[in-house]
């Protein structure tokens, strides 16, 4: 993977941008918009390598989450409306991905037992291994991202993430 110089980092010219809103806007608060860039910035990052890692395996980065979701969920099975929910898609977004699994053989499509107007996405033998293929990669890959961290760290700034996406939730 090509990895940016660490001297010249990707948010430089980010922070330029705001120094230059704030002398102009005085009130703008910098604090808050360069959380919110960082958060912003993180996510490309995280999407972009994420897709680099999971081409050698046929997948992009949606598809890897709907295949998570799935294999993480308590019977192993998942409504695309469910999928659609947790994943913050549109349900049109979460078909199309969908589609495009069961067409690769990685999921199989099921009426529900309870409500047979509903269906019930189940990964195939070959989801499963799939996932156990690429989980060590996508292992190494996040302890990689956090390897400055410490445990304490990483635990502080998860509280802190979690009471931005509060802030970020409630209403205006």
Do not use: W
Request: charged residues 20%.
């Amino acid at each position: 993977m090509n990895r940016p110089d660490p001297a010249a980092s990707r948010f430089d010219a980010t922070q330029l941008r705001l120094q230059a809103t704030c002398r102009k806007h005085r009130s703008f608060p910098r604090p808050a918009a360069t959380l919110v860039r960082l958060v912003k910035l993180l996510h490309r990052l995280a999407v972009d390598h994420g897709n680099e890692l999971l081409r050698a395996h046929g997948l992009g980065y949606p598809e890897y989450n709907v295949l998570m979701m799935i294999d993480a969920s308590p019977d192993g099975a998942l409504s695309p409306s469910l999928i659609a929910e947790a994943a913050g898609e549109k349900f049109a977004n979460v078909t199309r991905l969908t589609n495009q699994l069961v067409d690769k053989g990685l999921l199989a499509r099921a009426a529900s037992a309870q409500d047979r107007r509903m269906s019930l996405l189940r990964l195939t033998p070959a989801g499963h291994a799939l996932i156990a293929a690429f989980l060590p990669q996508v292992s190494r890959q996040l302890r990689h991202y956090t390897r400055h961290l410490d445990t304490s760290e990483q635990a502080q700034l998860q509280a802190l993430m979690l009471k931005l996406l509060r802030g970020m939730e409630e209403p205006l």
